[in-house]
């Protein structure tokens, strides 16, 4: 191989890392479809900040934020989310869109996702109520 040719592909590498950076900040908008992403913030339902309920108490759950704009929430304390971090990188797939919802009420899409630093998975909603609901 040439000395330009070396040159050449050592300048597609930063393009296609660019191209793999823009498609993870976008959700999955199809049932079967992920995203690479990162989490960008950890908290409850009324709390920025994610603590694991004390033993016997019902605790304010749980939600997760995605750099992609993916949101998950939870009335328990989901375990897998609270042993990840800010920045963990993760796979997020949509699992199911609702039917029959009123036009505009996007809400109850489920999405899956797997933190790829501690490989646990969790199955959310990302609203807490469902579309035509609350």
Known sequence: MGRMSVIGL?????????????????PPTTVGACAQ???THLGTRFSATLTKPAEGTPG????VELKNGVYGIS???????GNSRIGDPVTTCLV????????DDDRGRFYKTTNLRTLESWTLPDS???????
């Open 10 to 26: 050592a300048a597609l590498v930063p393009l296609s890392l660019m191209a793999q950076a823009r498609a993870g900040e976008t």
């Open 37 to 39: 992403s990162a989490i």
């Open 60 to 63: 304010e759950g749980t939600s």
């Open 75 to 81: 009335y328990a304390y989901v375990e897998a989310i």
């Open 96 to 103: 199911s869109i609702p039917k029959g919802c009123p036009k």
């Open 128 to 134: 807490q109520h469902m579309c035509g609901g609350a």
